[in-house]
């Protein structure tokens, strides 16, 4: 398998980006598998992640999903729309219970008016997202699916690994069919190629959760 730069990730703004605005907003409880925002409209707030997961993705007239990236705690959605002003082009959907904090644009903008290390933050997160969508064109145009599956589970170990005896465990719940609609596959085709990589020794399956084993 061909391989580039190792991918590699700085989440530090995360926790500044959580005290920056731990007094501005308002407090929102999702349930999980369920949308928060339904994508195609004018937006005049972000929310950040207090706890919890969303997707974000596209999807098509037939109803076919690609999911382009999965935020944790710390993590803002919603920014681009508000710094465009334009319309949202993602869904936005919990993985899990979810917590955020909807803050206004005013304030948004107050906030990093005051404080000009928060907008170094939020910078930094773009260009994080950014960083991610790079490394998925790289391997949509370059790889086998089979590769694109192998480095997105490399990516996931980096972004929500914890770290076990036998190695990464990526903290996911992930159904077969949201892994098919981040790599452009199949549900089928996904399943079928964990099988192969679990024989290989590059993963383990543990329940719903995946492993990459330290040998791997």
């Given at each position: 398998?061909?391989?580039?730069?190792?991918?590699?990730?700085?989440?530090?703004?995360r926790?500044?980006?959580?005290?920056?605005?731990?007094?501005?907003g308002?407090?929102?409880?999702?349930?999980?598998?369920?949308l928060?925002?339904?994508?195609?409209?004018?937006?005049?707030?972000?929310?950040?992640i207090?706890?919890?997961r969303?997707?974000?993705?596209?999807?098509?007239p037939?109803?076919?999903?690609?999911?382009?990236l999965?935020?944790?705690?710390?993590?803002?959605?919603?920014?681009i729309?508000l710094?465009?002003?334009?319309?949202?082009?993602?869904?936005?959907?919990?993985?899990?219970?979810t917590?955020?904090?909807?803050?206004d644009?005013?304030?948004?903008?107050?906030?990093?008016?005051?404080?000009?290390?928060?907008?170094?933050?939020?910078?930094r997160?773009?260009?994080?997202?950014?960083?991610i969508?790079?490394?998925?064109?790289?391997?949509?145009?370059?790889?086998?699916?089979?590769?694109?599956?192998?480095?997105?589970?490399k990516?996931l170990?980096?972004?929500?690994?914890?770290?076990?005896?036998?190695?990464?465990?990526?903290?996911?719940?992930?159904?077969?069919?949201?892994i098919?609609?981040?790599?452009?596959?199949?549900?089928?085709?996904?399943?079928?190629?964990?099988?192969?990589?679990?024989q290989?020794?590059?993963?383990?399956?543990?329940?719903?959760?995946?492993?990459?084993?330290?040998?791997?």
């Open positions: 398998m061909n391989d580039y730069r190792p991918y590699c990730i700085n989440y530090q703004y926790e500044k980006l959580l005290k920056a605005f731990s007094l501005s308002t407090r929102l409880s999702f349930s999980a598998r369920v928060v925002e339904s994508g195609y409209r004018k937006l005049n707030y972000v929310c950040i207090l706890s919890g969303v997707k974000q993705y596209f999807i098509d037939e109803g076919a999903k690609r999911t382009i999965i935020l944790s705690r710390g993590d803002i959605f919603g920014e729309t710094l465009q002003d334009d319309f949202d082009w993602v869904l936005t959907e919990t993985l899990e219970s917590e955020v904090l909807r803050i644009g005013e304030t948004f903008f107050t906030v990093l008016k005051t404080d000009p290390d928060v907008g170094k933050e939020l910078l997160m773009v260009s994080t997202k950014f960083r969508l790079m490394a998925e064109i790289h391997d949509m145009t370059f790889y086998s699916t089979r590769e694109r599956l192998a480095e997105l589970l990516r170990s980096k972004q929500h690994g914890i770290r076990t005896e036998q190695g990464v465990e990526i903290n996911l719940k992930l159904t077969h069919e949201e098919a609609a981040m790599i452009g596959s199949s549900r089928a085709t996904v399943t079928r190629m964990l099988e192969d990589l679990e290989e020794g590059f993963i383990k399956r543990r329940g719903k959760h995946l492993i990459l084993l330290t040998s791997s």
